[in-house]
């Protein structure tokens, strides 16, 4: 049995360090003084300076960030009430439209968003790639947002309404202040989602509109520079930021039964 | 359960804002582009009109003659295939250790342990594809320390960046949590009474797992890997920065479809027989999965 267990750890610490591993260079090689992601040579803050100079980035940063507050405010609204839907009523059509965009490729959603918005004439920009955000998040809201209700005492709405509560004082007295932690943690992962999505953004962009995951792209298409890791760095920080806040409101978030 | 709280109206009210939203957003654009695979191709890229110069309505089956006909796209599907079984097989195999190791240890440190395989899956897609490119990069230790051994026995220099294998370890790298956590849900909840059973029996270690703990395991394996497959199958991004010209995989034809060429029927084409393959292999992983526990609950295993 101690042996059977050495190996379990020693080939879990392997699959952890391939996880990490990576990440952890990215991180360094930001503070690295050389052009060159080879060899560590002397500690810096040049790219983080030229971060803050390179005016393509920050403004890709700026769209990015407002994208995302848009895209994590509406999902947050759509994504409770399918959540609510979802576990109240017994619904056909509003859980296949709600689970299909998580279920099916990536690359789908985003050909079938370009056909779209060209056909009818929408200029690709900033809209469309919120209303196309708006449109995967709502599944990764309503998924925890349901999971949440699931676990709430419904006899407490019941007893609201028997002293004469309307429906929606009901909702917004009673419901939603006990979902609250789903609905934060829901919103904070559609934030996250929606700073983070590449595949559906580079369709639905059009040519003239940058976000941080498309400038990245275009730079590490061209050359590989410490200034991408300086950004991956701040973008990790941010990210990470937004999952400790998460899991203080909803610890249950990030164990496995809603991930 | 009464429903007084919800009469007729206020079901629609809840449902219907996300129900249209989707409806426009989501079910429109895909039926869409159902009916464009079924046009012809603009002459400056896109879609030709639907209703032609003589007034006829013009749909015919020229793309998918063309994807059936012509073997490129079917070998390129079959490539994409076995990268993403390939990847699923992998992910597999380093997920099983971490999952055991997770359900077997304590609960207080369970959610850590868990929480450190779901981090890195929180962190930017194109940070963790960027991140290949620095440890497999010419100037790196991994590839001077492997092109040092391979000059000493006399052979070229090989790169590692832009190559099938790199292409390879960054699916394996972007999948796993995948596969970990719906493997880790599974072996969570088996019952140690039954390994305790098998041993004063006399089973050994190895019978142990693969008479037990694995059968028992499928619903989990089945569940990680179309996890892991229905993504891979249709990634673009990890070929398109760190594969070489040979290593395209079927997203980067269908980019190249709507993006380079604008072919957008053939495009279409390809999106939907993606879609299909890999919502067809996930089905019959979930059947497969269901017959195989079935099989177990009636005891003939």
């Given at each position: 049995m101690p042996k059977r267990t050495f190996w379990l750890a020693a080939a879990a610490l392997v699959a952890y360090a391939f996880l990490y591993l990576p990440l952890v260079i990215v991180?360094?090689?930001?503070?690295?003084?050389?052009?060159?992601?080879?060899?560590?040579?002397?500690?810096?803050?040049?790219?983080?300076?030229?971060?803050?100079?390179?005016?393509?980035?920050?403004?890709?940063?700026?769209?990015?960030?407002?994208?995302?507050?848009?895209?994590?405010?509406?999902?947050?609204?759509?994504?409770?009430?399918?959540?609510?839907?979802?576990?109240?009523?017994?619904?056909?059509?509003?859980?296949?439209?709600?689970?299909?965009?998580i279920a099916i490729p990536e690359i789908l959603m985003g050909v079938s968003l370009l056909i779209f918005f060209v056909m009818l004439n929408f200029t690709l920009g900033l809209v469309s790639v919120a209303l196309a955000h708006i449109a995967f998040c709502i599944g990764f809201v309503a998924i925890v947002v349901r999971a949440r209700l699931s676990g709430m005492d419904e006899s407490l709405?019941?007893?609201?309404?028997?002293?004469?509560?309307?429906?929606?004082?009901?909702?917004?007295?009673?419901?939603?202040?006990?979902?609250?932690?789903?609905?934060?943690?829901?919103?904070?992962?559609?934030?996250?989602?929606?700073?983070?999505?590449?595949?559906?953004?580079?369709?639905?962009?059009?040519?003239?509109?940058?976000?941080?995951p498309l400038q990245i792209y275009s730079m590490i298409k061209i050359a590989v520079?410490?200034?991408?890791?300086?950004?991956?760095?701040?973008?990790?920080?941010?990210?990470?930021?937004?999952?400790?806040?998460?899991?203080?409101?909803?610890?249950?978030?990030?164990?496995?039964?809603?991930? | 359960m009464?429903?007084?709280h919800s009469g007729r109206w206020g079901k629609w009210l809840v449902a219907g804002p996300p129900l249209v939203y989707l409806f426009v957003f989501f079910a429109i654009p895909a039926l869409i582009m159902v009916v464009a695979s079924f046009r012809t191709p603009g002459d400056f890229g896109g879609l030709a009109p639907l209703v032609g110069a003589d007034g006829e309505i013009d749909l015919n089956l020229e793309s998918y003659t063309r994807f059936f006909e012509d073997a490129l796209y079917a070998q390129i599907f079959v490539k994409s295939f076995w990268y993403a079984l390939a990847t699923t097989l992998i992910c597999l195999v380093l997920a099983y250790p971490l999952a055991t190791l997770i359900a077997n240890s304590e609960r207080r440190r369970r959610d850590l342990l868990l929480l450190l395989v779901i981090l890195p899956f929180w962190s930017n897609f194109l940070i963790r594809i960027y991140?290949?490119?620095?440890?497999?990069?010419?100037?790196?230790?991994?590839?001077?320390?492997?092109?040092?051994?391979?000059?000493?026995?006399?052979?070229?220099?090989?790169?590692?960046?832009?190559?099938?294998?790199?292409?390879?370890?960054?699916?394996?790298?972007?999948?796993?949590?995948?596969?970990?956590?719906?493997?880790?849900?599974?072996?969570?909840?088996?019952?140690?009474?039954?390994?305790?059973?098998?041993?004063?029996?006399?089973?050994?270690g190895w019978q142990r797992f693969w008479r037990i703990t694995f059968p028992l395991s499928l619903p989990g394996v089945y569940a990680g890997s179309a996890l892991v497959f229905i993504p891979a199958f249709?990634?673009?991004a990890i070929p398109d920065i760190l594969g070489g010209p040979d290593d395209s995989l079927i997203g980067n034809v269908?980019?190249?479809?709507?993006?380079?060429?604008?072919d957008w029927p053939f495009g279409s084409v390809l999106s939907i027989v993606l879609?299909?393959?890999?919502?067809?292999?996930?089905?019959?992983?979930?059947?497969?999965?269901?017959r195989g526990v079935g099989r177990l609950a009636a005891g003939d295993a």
């Open positions: 991180v360094v090689y930001s503070f690295n003084d050389s052009r060159l992601n080879a060899e560590w040579v002397g500690f810096t803050f040049d790219w983080y300076r030229k971060l803050a100079a390179n005016e393509e980035m920050l403004l890709a940063a700026g769209n990015s960030l407002l994208i995302a507050l848009v895209a994590s405010a509406v999902s947050t609204v759509f994504g409770t009430l399918a959540g609510l839907a979802m576990h109240r009523y017994r619904l056909r059509l509003l859980p296949i439209l709600v689970l299909a965009p709405v019941e007893a609201a309404r028997d002293c004469g509560a309307s429906p929606a004082q009901a909702f917004f007295h009673v419901t939603l202040p006990l979902i609250m932690p789903g609905v934060i943690a829901g919103a904070l992962m559609a934030f996250t989602l929606s700073i983070d999505d590449f595949v559906i953004t580079f369709f639905t962009a059009g040519a003239g509109t940058v976000t941080l520079t410490p200034e991408v890791n300086a950004v991956s760095t701040l973008l990790m920080l941010l990210t990470l930021m937004l999952i400790v806040i998460a899991s203080k409101v909803s610890p249950s978030l990030l164990r496995s039964e809603h991930a | 009464t429903r007084r991140a290949w490119m620095i440890i497999l990069g010419p100037n790196a230790a991994l590839a001077r320390t492997l092109n040092g051994v391979l000059g000493a026995f006399g052979q070229e220099p090989v790169s590692l960046l832009f190559s099938a294998f790199a292409v390879l370890v960054c699916l394996v790298y972007v999948h796993l949590p995948f596969m970990v956590l719906p493997l880790y849900a599974n072996l969570e909840k088996h019952d140690q009474a039954l390994l305790d059973a098998a041993q004063d029996l006399g089973a050994n249709g990634i673009f269908i980019k190249q479809q709507f993006l380079e060429t604008r879609t299909a393959s890999a919502l067809a292999f996930a089905a019959l992983a979930a059947w497969v999965g269901r």
